[in-house]
């Protein structure tokens, strides 16, 4: 089946600081990759993607590689600001967009 | 109003109590979503509409009715919930099954008492 396991977090790190949310997922096919931010009080919204092996998803200064040989799509950032806290979510889907599976979210803190 | 809207954003209610939740996009989209968010969970998907028809309904407890008279609304009519029915409802929506990209609304927080 499919399924995707992010680190639990949370994460609090300084502004600046460097940022890795590892991401790895089990799919039966050949999936395209998602990670979606929720910001507090408001829903999630698409940050980057990427659909198929060795492409790399980017915005806002995030960046995810699909990586087929480890299974992962893990999300960094090279200097966080404080605007980036907020709870990251993995996702994927084999054949559109009601098939999204989704990880349980890691929460990101940014202190100044 | 741009995007997916959805009301209330809060709302307490015993468990004999009939609620409904409302949701609204203004996107012009084609397919329209109910998630569940509890804490340190996935994300459920709940039931998918697409062109006003329901595609998809993840074996959920029929306490939970939804009703899409068009395709901009979406409803989520509550009957006899249990506290662990408590969580996020988030309502999304894309311009058709085919295209992944979802666009979320904010969520009305329920709490069951």
């Known amino acids: 089946g499919n399924s995707v396991t992010q680190m639990e977090g949370p994460v609090t790190l300084s502004e600046e600081a460097f940022l890795t949310i590892n991401c790895t997922y089990t799919?039966?096919?050949?999936?395209?990759l998602f990670w979606y931010v929720q910001y507090p009080g408001e829903g999630l919204q698409l940050l980057l993607k990427?659909?198929?092996?060795?492409d790399k998803g980017s915005n806002k200064g995030f960046e995810a590689t699909y990586r087929k040989e480890t299974t992962s799509f893990h999300l960094e950032k090279g200097s966080v600001q404080v605007s980036d806290s907020a709870v990251y979510f993995c996702?994927?889907?084999?054949?559109?967009?009601?098939?999204?599976?989704f990880g349980t979210g890691t929460r990101l803190t940014v202190i100044p | 109003e741009t995007g997916v809207t959805q009301t209330p954003r809060h709302l307490v209610m015993g468990m004999t109590n009939k609620k409904s939740l409302k949701c609204e996009q203004h996107?012009?989209?084609?397919?329209m979503y109910w998630y569940k968010q509890s804490a340190k969970k996935p994300l459920e998907l709940m039931f998918v509409?697409?062109?006003?028809?329901?595609?998809e309904n993840n074996s959920v407890p029929s306490r939970f009715s939804p009703e899409c008279p068009n395709s901009s609304h979406l409803f989520l009519h509550l009957h006899t919930l249990q506290p662990e029915d408590s969580a996020l409802y988030l309502c999304?929506?894309?311009?058709?099954?085919?295209?992944?990209?979802?666009?979320f609304g904010p969520g009305t927080r329920l709490t069951v008492t």
């Open positions: 509409y697409n062109f006003k028809e329901q595609t």
């Open positions: 799919a039966t096919g050949y999936p395209s």
């Open positions: 990427a659909t198929k092996a060795d």
């Open positions: 996702a994927l889907s084999e054949s559109g967009a009601n098939n999204l599976f």
């Open positions: 999304a929506s894309s311009q058709d099954l085919e295209n992944y990209e979802q666009y």
């Open positions: 996107l012009g989209h084609n397919a």
